[in-house]
């Protein structure tokens, strides 16, 4: 079946470099995207959104990506910060109601 | 800044009895979600909730599972005879004013069946 994935299930980045998260999506149905940060213990935190109709969305040091050719999503982290360090999912929204959550990428944030 | 909530945080039962998580979405919501995570797996969809009937589900949300809205303010999901396997975060989520906009999470129940 059609399905959201992570490329890469952990990243390490040293603080204050630029981090990328990247996400293959395979349903071309699919019109709405987000991406969630997990901290330890706790639910998932909305960073950014993106619908089909744009390419790029930027928030506060959050950039989103989105490939539509490829069916690829990308979040991007300008100067990463320890407080960082969490586990981020990818989502998409087919239908408007459920969310497919991504496996998630834990990003770890050395100093 | 408004934000869903859940109770109990914790909750541990013996296998085959009932339970009832409790959430207070955002207030000015109308649209309401339950999701499960297993232990180091991705989060998954439960069921979806609107003008007070349910608008999804998924294969997940068996004969066992029920949701409710009580009153103005409270979503409830019941699970009627627990199993082990339903060990789980359960999350509960809402969403403004159409289905397809940002679904805010509360900070869960660890749910533990014995």
């Known amino acids: 079946g059609e399905s959201v994935g992570l490329h890469l299930p952990t990243l390490s980045v040293q603080e204050g470099d630029n981090s990328i998260i990247n996400c293959a999506y395979s349903?071309?149905?699919?019109?709405?995207f987000i991406w969630y940060k997990q901290e330890s213990g706790k639910g998932p935190q909305f960073i950014i959104d993106i619908r089909s109709n744009m390419d790029k969305r930027q928030g506060q040091r959050v950039t989103v990506l989105l490939n539509k050719t490829v069916k690829h999503l990308s979040l991007q982290i300008a100067a990463t910060q320890p407080g960082d360090s969490a586990v981020y999912f990818c989502?998409?929204?087919?239908?408007?109601?459920?969310?497919?959550f991504g496996k998630g990428t834990s990003l770890l944030v050395t100093p | 800044e408004p934000e869903v909530t859940q109770t109990p945080s914790h909750q541990v039962t013996q296998m085959g009895q009932e339970v009832i998580l409790r959430c207070v979405p955002i207030s000015n919501h109308l649209y309401f979600y339950w999701y499960r995570q297993i232990l180091g797996q991705k989060v998954e969809f439960l069921v979806s909730?609107?003008?007070?009937?349910?608008?999804?589900k998924s294969e997940i949300f068996d004969d066992q599972f029920s949701v409710e809205r009580p009153d103005g303010s409270n979503f409830t999901l019941k699970i009627r005879s627990t199993k082990l396997e339903d060990s789980a975060m359960y999350f509960c989520?809402?969403?403004?004013?159409?289905?397809?906009?940002?679904?805010?999470f509360g900070p869960g129940t660890r749910l533990l069946v014995l």
């Open positions: 989520a809402s969403s403004g004013g159409t289905a397809q906009e940002t679904q805010y």
């Open positions: 989502a998409e929204n087919m239908s408007g109601y459920a969310l497919n």
């Open positions: 909730f609107y003008n007070n009937e349910i608008s999804e």
């Open positions: 349903n071309s149905a699919s019109d709405y």
